[in-house]
């Protein structure tokens, strides 16, 4: 039988209190009919939690099911969430989520710290901006926190609007600079204060900023993960639906050790999320007063490199190499990415954006 035949035959199992068939009450969800044996599978939403009418439902929906396909249905029972409850809220959370206007949702991550993880994201959105692209970043590094200095908004203190839908959701606005909007922990904590968090805290403290921010429409948002792979990684994995991942390294041997970890983690059965690409950060070192010297301080780069080789090794692109050049940490300790200067550097962030909407 087909699907639409199971859901006539369901129109005929009525309620016993509302006098409403079950499928027009709203209680028949994801029904499936498998093509070769043909058993129907659903999940029997109940209108209200311990509905004394539940048993007497189910049993006259497998009565009647039994006798049409020969075979018992599998019948998942689901109660309703009470409206007060912490699990209730957040799925509202996520129904009356600000992502929903976002084309591409990017994680910028790295399997080691001190690669330069947040520099190149600030500097790859600010590069996406600049190609005409509407992006927002948010700051999912928790514990250490670096958009707001990057982006020069320290002093950004967020004010919520509340939603229009009558809900009492609130929609927090996020900072904008360089055409780009930013998002951040660090809005909400005083610089000099130590973020002592237990995981599940910071976990909802990110699951707020997903949902919660007035993102608007974007064409790409940019999360700037925290180093290696815990808890916050897999809640942003299960919150919403990455379009892929950018691992950022040096090329020296220690950090790539930890991009194939990296690259393991996103490719996990349960998080199945792309490689859009590698960026290989600090590439290579050119002091000013030598601008055609190039100084390999971590090892091989480019397309000879150690990073293109793992690049290749792993079935990704090569999204770009950024050099280690003291201009791209003084705009980032002065809040002005160097991605927003006309620079030979700063070209380079660009390159890496065009790499990225291509892959």
């Known amino acids: 039988m087909t699907k639409e035949e199971i859901l006539e035959l369901l129109k005929g199992v009525k309620h016993p209190e509302q006098d409403k068939d079950i499928v027009s009450l709203g209680m028949v969800e994801h029904l499936t009919v498998d093509a070769e044996s043909g058993a129907v599978r ?32 599998v019948i ?20 009356k989520s600000q992502l929903h206007g976002i084309g591409e949702v990017i994680a ?8 330069g993880k947040s520099t190149v994201t600030a500097n790859l959105a600010v590069a996406l901006a600049s190609e005409g692209y509407r992006v927002g970043v948010l700051d999912a590094d928790i514990y250490g926190p670096s958009m707001p200095k990057m982006f020069g908004v320290e002093d950004y203190k967020p004010v919520a609007e509340v939603a229009e839908d009558g809900s009492d959701l609130e929609y927090i606005m996020p900072a904008e ?7 951040s922990i660090g809005f909400f904590i005083s610089g000099s204060d130590a973020l002592v968090w237990r995981g599940p805290m910071a976990t909802n403290a990110l699951r707020q900023l997903l949902h919660q921010t007035a993102w608007g429409e974007l064409d790409y948002l940019l999360i700037d993960l925290p180093p290696g792979t815990g808890d916050l990684h897999l809640t942003i994995v299960s919150e919403l639906k990455l379009s892929g991942a950018v691992i950022v390294s040096t090329p020296q041997e220690v950090a790539l050790l930890d991009v194939v970890r990296g690259i393991a983690m996103f490719r996990n059965e349960h998080v199945r999320v792309p490689i859009r690409g590698i960026v290989e950060n600090m ?8 601008p055609n010297n190039k100084y390999y301080i971590f090892g091989p780069a480019g397309a000879e490199g150690r990073v ?6 792993e079935g990704v692109p ?20 160097i991605a927003s200067r006309d620079s030979v550097t700063g070209e380079a962030f660009r390159t890496v954006a065009r790499a990225l909407v291509k892959a």
């Open 283 to 290: 590439a290579w070192f050119t002091p000013a007063e030598l």
């Open 108 to 115: 910028v991550a790295s399997g080691k710290g001190g690669v």
């Open 42 to 73: 659903f999940t029997l939403k109940l209108t209200k939690p311990r509905d004394p009418m539940a048993g007497s439902i189910r049993r006259a929906v497998e009565a009647l099911l039994q006798e049409a396909t020969g075979m018992a249905p």
């Open 318 to 337: 090569l999204l770009g190499s950024i050099p280690l050049v003291q201009a791209i940490a003084e705009g980032g300790d002065a809040g002005q990415p």
């Open 76 to 95: 998942v029972v689901a109660e309703p969430l009470p409206p007060d409850s912490k699990a209730a809220k957040q799925q509202t959370m996520r129904e």
């Open 177 to 183: 600079a360089y055409g780009v909007k930013v998002m």
């Open 308 to 313: 293109a080789a793992l690049a290749k090794q």
